[in-house]
């Protein structure tokens, strides 16, 4: 029967090095006045032995915890990974921020919290208690509630909220919604299109209307017109179709349209084709996110690429570089890009144009 091997300690960093045990715990927190020769002895010896540092001896020799906490919507996340329908916003996040958290020594905790009111402070409080953590991320529609931004300014914690501009506690952060609108309604007046429809996600998430806001932008510097076209729906596929439908019943319907998430543009793409037309020759197609998804549709979809993994990458880093210390005093903007694919040519010369 083999042995099992001893697991490697402080203790022989220090005898290993010939230092103190303080001196070991200096190096592995990164603490102030440790003199880069002791570093890098102590170093050397934590690569020759393999000593990993226990987070939880880490938390009691200071007094951070060594872990950042991610929120994120409890209902619709459950609702996404319920209907198996390709978003990799959860993914993306971990991707980004876990890697990031990874060479600072950090974890990433996800977190699911319930957005009604009633029920925020309760859930929040009590993943607090229970982690304790150097920092916490905020998505939507959290990073736009009071209640939670309130709670974690009063109790001090250092927090970023991605997709939020207004002044206030934490570091607002953006993906630049408004200009990724804006940048995909340009390339669409650039083929030629005038009749350029836009489908809208919920009110109650911001970046709905800062998507609204770079379409509208567009299109006025164009001098085109957005009468009537301009529809919301809820970020599900249900509401993009009947959203796609109702520009395409206007009597003069869009030879375009940019749905706000792949979801509802997906909806798009199937109530065009089932009233025969086709992509792109009889209506061009954006989409926001380029989830897996649109890469296996027919035809593939023109998108705008979010920087989630980017965006989480670099709220981890502000948190664990700068705390709530420098916060910027302006929002933190990630720039998406917009990835073109087969879903977008000029207007066709025949009857839609």
Known sequence: MARRRQAVT?????????VSLQTVSRVI??????????QERVQASIDKLGYVPSIAAQRMSGSRSYLILAINDRERTI?????????????????????????????????LVDTHNDHVERELGAAIAALQPDGVILTPPHSENPLITGFLAKRKIPFARIGSVTSGPGIAMTMDDEGSARRATEHLIALGHSRIGFIAGPKEYDLSNWRIDGWREAMTSAELSCDALCVRGDFGYDSGGLAANALLDLKDPPTAIIGSNDQMTLAALDA?????????GDLSLISFDNTPVVRFTVP??????????????????????????????????IEGSLIERSSTAPPSAHGRA
């Open 300 to 333: 593939e979809l023109t998108a705008v690429d979010q920087p989630i993994a980017a965006t989480f990458s670099k709220a981890v880093e502000l948190l664990i570089t700068n705390g709530d210390a420098l916060v910027p005093h302006q929002p933190v903007v």
């Open 272 to 280: 065009a084709k089932a009233r025969g037309l086709h992509i792109p």
């Open 10 to 18: 402080i203790k022989h960093v220090a005898a290993d090095a010939g």
């Open 29 to 38: 927190n990164n603490e102030p006045n440790v003199r880069p020769a002791m």
């Open 79 to 111: 609702a996404d990974w319920r209907n198996r329908q390709g978003s990799d916003w959860v993914d993306q996040m971990l991707f980004g921020g876990m890697l990031k958290c990874a060479e600072h020594g950090y974890r990433m905790i996800f977190e």
